[in-house]
């Protein structure tokens, strides 16, 4: 199915989302942007084209509407700097955009929509009105490490040495002849506390850890 109205994209944004909010908007001009620019129609049915997104929420919404990519298919990643930008990769070939709002769009916003005095509704009415010159930056960038690493091979399983977990997908990390998953290998997102629990456990908080150490 290709869509060509900005209007269609942002219905489907907003049906996902159950409204439409500015970031949504930026999310559906930085996708049609950075599709554009590869030469690419959207929406995609196949895993021809990669989204990597510095944030998360409601932009990617955007994003998604226009791309078709997603998680469950393996073409959207989240890499959280708390960037509202994404980079469009075009899988065959490796060539990579990024796109992301210039830094005076909230106010330029307001030049666009003169009958809106409320801010969150002048960048929502003026996103969508503004040129691509005005709203958003491109920029061609190298991946590191490439698109083959980084979509790498499904299927592949290997065992943690130390934890004895299962590792997909050839993420796996060599330290010290031995094959480490992720979290054993350096500092995860979690710390694992006491013993396993079972569905049948009630669960029981922790004692709150200090504060430096619950951030991640």
């Known amino acids: 199915m290709k869509i060509n109205h900005l209007e269609q994209y942002l219905e489907l944004s907003a049906a996902e989302h159950d409204h439409l909010c500015p970031r949504q908007v930026l999310g559906v001009r930085t996708a049609l942007a950075g599709a554009a620019v590869l030469g690419m129609d959207v929406p995609r049915n196949d895993k021809k084209l990669l989204v990597i997104v510095e944030t998360d929420g409601c932009f990617v919404d955007g994003i998604q509407a226009v791309t078709g990519c997603s998680a469950g298919h393996r073409t959207l990643r989240v890499k959280d700097y708390g960037k509202v930008a994404g980079t469009f990769i075009e899988v065959d070939t490796g060539n990579a955009v990024r ?76 330290q010290g002849g031995l094959t480490l998953c992720q979290p054993c290998a350096s500092p995860a997102y979690y710390q694992p506390l006491d013993q396993p629990l079972s569905r049948a456990d009630p669960y029981r908080a922790p004692a709150r850890l200090p504060e430096h150490e619950t951030r991640f």
């Open 99 to 174: 796109v992301f709002p210039q830094l005076d769009v909230r106010g330029k916003a307001a030049d666009y929509a003169p009958e809106e005095d409320r801010r969150y509704f002048a960048q929502l009415i003026g996103y969508q009105r503004m040129p691509d010159s005005e709203l958003l930056s491109l920029q061609r960038v190298r991946l590191f490490p490439p698109v083959e690493d980084i979509i790498s091979r499904p299927g592949v399983r290997v065992n943690c040495t130390r934890c004895g977990e299962e590792i997909i997908n050839q993420r796996e990390v060599y």
